[in-house]
């Protein structure tokens, strides 16, 4: 199968993108072909899910939270997120999506498998599929393509059908406008803060900090630390050894022409009318004339500049239409065909697109170009050479790992090989200062490995490391000397917010008993403050992002209905009182509809999608190994 794509198989070693392999397959997990004799996770159907199949999904997201979190990625972060039950459950949720489709005779043949393969951009070399860099990355993480290709398929089946579920969400424009309206409608409130750090509390004695100290002492508990030794090969130290033949050069010039092209480009403004592409007759003709009017302003030698910030409707009326250089494709058809069709100085009749009537004014034209080989020449080396040396480093990585057999090989090897060990000293999962931005990947990569234990080649940063921990320590609760200080600190805020909750308890009490807002502030000494207007989504002037004061406030029925509880925002205690509710402006419904469309449209698939996943659970045998289940 997919001959096409094994023949004259390379050897390229590019380490770089074999992470975006994984990404590929966080969902649908590949390793699902390997051995079913592996140790069985969790059976679905009496389909079997594997350890190798859980292990893989598993590694996936942690590299997914480790991009979005970097180095703060710790212990007790994975356990919040739950990050072995969500491996699981993707895992079930794959296995009942491929065994519906198989149900519904769903079938994807080799030619879908084949083009989405050569679709996929880390099998490409500057936007052509790549035969070589294909098979060299299936061989980096120990695939063959006959292996990633039955994976592959079961990917593209699992997509068809979830095609077919998220078909049926539809939305309507009353629910987009809905929509709208709830997220832009804005409130003005008056409130009262009681703010826990303007507390005064009693020094909390040593029994109070011992007493509290048990029961939360696992918010105490320490990092596991680890110590690494490792070996790093530089792709830089490798340049020297680089030669680039004449004829080499030839070949990346002619096998990518593409990136030497320059397109024509041209800088523009305009002048927009703005029609309704539901508009009448009458209303397109009007629209039209006063285009003309401007055509002919322009043409009579008016500023064309002065022009748009006159009578343009569009968003470039304030900087004169002004659209910059723009490529022919960057642009909607009928106003690019026209655009392209002029001279440098010249101003166009109008021009009709979806938006409404052009008027258009072109400032300069550049036309396309091609640079020669010889122009391109010194930009062909650098790549060439950069890529080659990458080679000679991994290869050079592979040979040294190849030979590292016992814990004390990487310090044999790297005698052997003229290297220097480095050592990291302890750290956290944040990673070692010395490796600065690359800290947290080098952090993520050594806490995955057993003391003495030599990793395999990580690319890091462009840099291939063979890393080895030679000390660890476990994560431990400290003894309360250790901390003391912490902890009292910590129990004075407590008792500080817990004052600060009494005294809005107090005052709510007193509005629910009838007293007026700013006389039960005031017999409290607190000042009463107003907000200004502001939208769900946005900060609250003054005091910024706090999800729960804008919740609270939204709650309120009508204008003088105050808060019958305090709220607990990020400053402390609020008590709230609507003094203005503002419906957002009728015209700005058409400019963000197709955006609201599609974002609801988005989030009813994602429902359909997990209700349908859901339905076919209930109905499903699934079983899960009791040492997998939390």
């Known amino acids: 199968m997919l001959n096409v794509m094994r023949k004259h198989a390379g050897s390229w070693m590019i380490k770089v993108i074999l992470f975006a392999i994984v990404i590929v397959f966080v969902f649908w997990g590949v390793g699902s072909f390997r051995s079913r004799e592996a140790s069985r996770v969790a059976t679905v159907n009496d389909e079997i899910i594997t350890a190798v199949d859980y292990r893989r999904a598993y590694n996936n997201l942690i590299d997914q939270y480790r991009q979005r979190f970097g180095s703060s990625l710790n212990d007790g972060m994975i356990e919040m997120l739950q990050i072995k039950n969500q491996a699981l459950s993707q895992l079930v949720d794959r296995t009942l999506i491929l065994q519906e489709a198989k149900k519904l005779g769903l079938r994807v043949s080799d030619a879908e498998v084949a083009e989405s393969i050569m679709n996929t951009a880390v099998f490409q070399n500057n936007g052509s599929f790549d035969n070589r860099r294909y098979r060299s990355i299936l061989e980096q993480v120990r695939l063959t393509p006959e292996e990633f290709e039955a994976e592959q398929k079961n990917v593209l089946l699992g997509e068809k059908l979830t095609r077919i579920i998220m078909g049926a969400a539809k939305v309507s424009e009353a629910e987009a406008r809905l929509w709208h309206d709830w997220q832009n409608t804005s ?28 029961t939360v002492k696992e918010n105490y508990t320490t990092d596991p630390m680890v110590n690494v030794r490792y ?83 569009g968003p470039t009326k304030d900087s004169g239409g002004y659209l910059g250089k723009f490529q022919q494709n960057q642009m909607v058809k009928p106003f690019a065909d026209r655009a392209f069709s002029m001279a440098a100085g010249e101003t166009s009749e109008p021009v009709k697109t979806q938006f409404g009537w052009h008027v258009i004014k072109v400032e300069s034209v550049e036309e396309a170009s091609t640079k020669t080989r010889e122009q391109s020449r010194q930009q062909i080396v650098g790549t060439l050479t950069e890529n080659k040396a990458r080679n000679l480093a991994y290869d050079q990585a592979e040979k040294f790992y190849e030979g590292c057999f016992e814990k004390d090989d990487l310090v044999k090897n790297a005698k052997t090989y003229g290297l220097p060990v480095m050592e990291t000293g302890w750290f956290n999962r944040q990673g070692p200062e010395t490796l600065g931005e690359d800290k947290g990947v080098f952090a993520n990569a050594a806490f995955t490995l057993k003391v003495d234990e030599i990793s395999d080649i990580q690319d890091i940063g462009g840099r291939f490391y063979l890393i080895q921990p030679t ?45 007026s807002f700013e006389e039960s502030a005031g017999s409290r000494g607190a000042a009463v403050k107003q907000s200004g207007l502001f939208t769900r989504s946005a900060a609250i002037p003054d005091i910024g992002s706090d999800p729960k004061f804008s919740e609270a406030a939204f709650q309120l029925a009508s204008v003088g209905a105050a808060s019958d509880a305090p709220i607990q925002g990020s400053a402390g205690f609020y ?40 339905a076919r659970k209930a109905e499903s045998q699934i079983t899960i190994e009791e040492a997998y289940l939390e």
């Open 231 to 313: 070996v790093v090969f530089d792709p830089q130290a490798y340049q020297n050894q680089v030669v680039v033949a004449d004829e080499e050069i030839t070949e990346y010039y002619d096998a990518n022409l593409a990136q030497f092209k320059t397109e024509k480009t041209v800088e523009a403004r305009h002048v927009l009318i703005k029609l309704d592409p539901d508009a009448d007759e009458a209303a397109d003709l009007e629209a039209k004339t006063r285009a003309e009017a401007i055509s002919k302003m322009a043409a009579a030698g008016q500023d064309f500049a002065e022009l748009a910030k006159t009578y343009s409707e």
């Open 575 to 614: 008590l709230l009182r609507l003094a203005q509710r503002k419906a957002p402006a009728a015209d700005t419904f058409e400019s963000e509809k197709d955006g609201i469309t599609n974002m609801l449209r988005q989030q009813k698939q994602r429902t359909l999608i997990q209700d349908w996943v859901d």
């Open 471 to 515: 000390q660890s320590i476990d994560a431990a609760i400290p003894a309360l000397e250790t901390v003391k200080a912490r902890v009292a600190e910590d129990l004075t805020r407590k008792m500080q917010a817990e004052k600060a909750e009494k005294e809005a308890e107090a005052m709510a009490a007193d509005l629910r008993a009838g007293k």
């Open 187 to 214: 409130v003005n409130v008056d409130y009262v803060l009681f703010e826990p750090a303007g507390q005064s509390v009693t020094t909390p004695s040593a029994e109070e900090i011992a007493a509290y100290f048990e």
